[in-house]
């Protein structure tokens, strides 16, 4: 069964930045890809960032240029470096892994507490 522990995030003001991390369990992670999502109360969960087995990524427009996803298989940890933060980032913050084609980016069913950020003015 799929685990996944989400950290880091916090409150910080508009232009800064934080790293998010995921410990996942009860996969095989190499062999996964992975994904950040948020969400907001009242809306639908957003994809952020995907990064392929292999390492490769692909971004929301929203998030392009100041978000970088990044995994670690030995730790089976994925990252998510958060900079030039505004307040519209404001969300509950999770990972998944990838189910089928990784650039769908649909999540598994199984989804860790996530980890809130808030971006204040």
């Known amino acids: 069964q799929v685990q996944l522990v989400e950290s880091g995030g916090g409150l910080v003001q508009a232009g800064g930045s934080l790293r998010l991390s995921c410990a996942a369990s009860g996969i095989i992670f190499r062999l996964n890809a992975m994904a950040w999502y948020r969400q907001v109360p009242g809306k639908q969960r957003e994809l952020v960032a995907i990064i392929t087995n292999d390492g490769n990524t692909k971004y929301a427009d929203s998030v392009k240029g100041r978000f970088t996803i990044s995994r670690d298989n030995a730790k089976n940890m994925v990252y998510l470096q958060m900079n030039s933060l505004k307040p519209e980032d404001t969300a509950v913050y999770y990972c998944?892994?990838?189910?089928?084609?990784?650039?769908?980016?649909?999540?598994?069913?199984?989804w860790g507490q996530g980890t809130q950020v808030i971006v204040s003015p």
């Open positions: 998944n892994l990838v189910i089928g084609p990784p650039w769908l980016g649909r999540p598994s069913g199984s």
